[in-house]
């Protein structure tokens, strides 16, 4: 099990920025790719950004926030990150950390998830 801990939601105007945070808690988990998804009321849970797990760090993001999103991350702290610039109100969702072995680039779908945390709100209003 690699325990995720998201942290870094809240309500936040259009516009606006929020940084998220993903730590695993009680193990490392620089050998694993780090996700983040989210899912919004009455939708479905969906792929949001994707980083590799080696020093190549290469990333992916769903279309939705490429270009305002970046993903990160910092082994030796055992956390990813999520900077999300310029929100907008239809990026409101519950946000998950999501980890995994296997590489699936930006069609990672949610049932292949390995480890998930428990979700943080982001709230955009406008």
């Known amino acids: 099990q690699v325990p995720l801990v998201e942290s870094g939601g809240g309500l936040v105007q259009a516009g606006g920025s929020l940084r998220l945070s993903c730590v695993a808690s009680?193990?490392?988990?620089?050998?694993?790719?780090v996700g983040w998804f989210r899912q919004a009321p009455g939708k479905e849970r969906e792929f949001v950004a994707l980083?590799?797990?080696?020093?190549?760090?290469?990333?992916h993001y769903a279309d939705s926030v490429k270009g305002r999103f970046t993903i990160s991350r910092d082994n030796a702290k055992n956390t990813v990150y999520l900077q999300m610039d310029s929100l907008k109100p239809e990026d409101t969702a519950v946000y998950y950390c999501?980890?995994?072995?296997?590489?699936?680039?930006?069609?990672?779908?949610?049932?292949?998830?390995?480890?998930w945390g428990q979700g943080t709100q982001v709230t955009v209003s406008s």
């Open positions: 980083i590799n797990w080696s020093a190549i760090r290469a990333t």
């Open positions: 009680g193990r490392p988990f620089n050998d694993y790719h």
């Open positions: 999501a980890a995994d072995r296997t590489w699936y680039g930006n069609g990672w779908p949610p049932s292949y998830v390995d480890h």
